[in-house]
C-alpha cells in the first residue's frame, strides 16, 4: 500500500507541476516548486501516518474519485471540483509568471504556505475523528459506518471541505510572482 501511496502522490504531483509549468511557460518559478514540494511532503507524511493509523482508510482514500456505485449528482460534483482546481493552477500560472497580473509580498506568500500546512493538519484531524472520510459520499456499512461527531466535527460539519476551502484560496499566495524569477512574457 505504501507503494502505491507513493505513487500516486507522484502522479498527483508530476500533473499538478504539468499545468503549473506549462501554463507559466516555464520551470524557473520558485514558488511553485516550493508549492509542490509542500503538496507532495505533507501528502506523503499523511499518506505514512494513515497507513500505520488506519489502513483502511488509506485504501479508501486511494481509491479513484469515480466508482459504480457513487451517485450522480457526486460524479458531476467531483467532475466540477476536478475542473474548477485544474482551472485555479492555470490562472494562478498565467497572473504569477505569464502575465503577472498582481504582485503578492514575500510575507504573504508565507502565510500562504502556513495556511496550506493548516489546512492538512486539519485533514490529519478529521481522518482520527472519521474513518470513513472517503473520497466519495458512501455509507461504508462493510466497515461499521458511523456518524463522525468528535474532533473538528464538533465544530464543522464537513471539516475536509473547510480545509479545501481554505487551502484554495491560500495556494495563490504561495505561487505568487514575487518569487517568479525571470518574468516570462510570451
Not at 509549468?21 to 508549492?35: D, H, I, L, R
Not at 464543522?156 to 480545509?163: L, S, T
Amino acid at each position: 500500500m505504501v507503494s502505491r501511496l507513493i505513487t500516486q502522490t507522484l502522479v498527483w504531483i508530476a500533473a499538478m507541476a504539468a499545468v503549473l509549468f506549462v501554463s507559466a511557460g516555464t520551470v524557473n518559478w520558485p514558488a511553485s516548486w516550493v508549492f509542490l514540494a509542500e503538496m507532495g511532503g505533507f501528502g506523503v507524511a499523511i499518506g505514512l501516518w494513515l497507513a500505520r493509523r488506519d489502513p483502511a482508510l488509506l485504501a479508501e482514500r486511494l481509491s479513484t474519485g469515480f466508482q459504480a456505485a457513487q451517485k450522480t449528482w457526486d460524479k458531476v460534483f467531483m467532475a466540477t471540483v476536478f475542473v474548477l482546481g485544474t482551472s485555479w493552477l492555470v490562472l494562478m500560472a498565467l497572473d504569477a509568471v505569464r502575465f503577472g497580473w498582481s504582485r503578492m509580498p514575500i510575507w504573504a506568500q508565507a502565510i500562504g504556505a502556513i495556511l496550506i500546512a493548516v489546512c492538512m493538519y486539519v485533514s490529519c484531524l478529521t481522518f482520527r475523528s472519521n474513518s470513513f472520510a472517503a473520497p466519495v459520499v458512501k455509507i461504508a456499512s462493510e466497515r461499521g459506518h458511523r456518524v463522525a461527531d468528535s474532533g473538528p466535527y464538533a465544530h464543522v460539519r464537513h471539516p475536509m471541505y473547510a480545509g479545501a476551502c481554505c487551502s484554495s484560496s491560500a495556494r495563490p499566495c504561495c505561487s505568487a510572482p514575487g518569487m517568479a524569477s525571470p518574468r516570462c512574457r510570451y
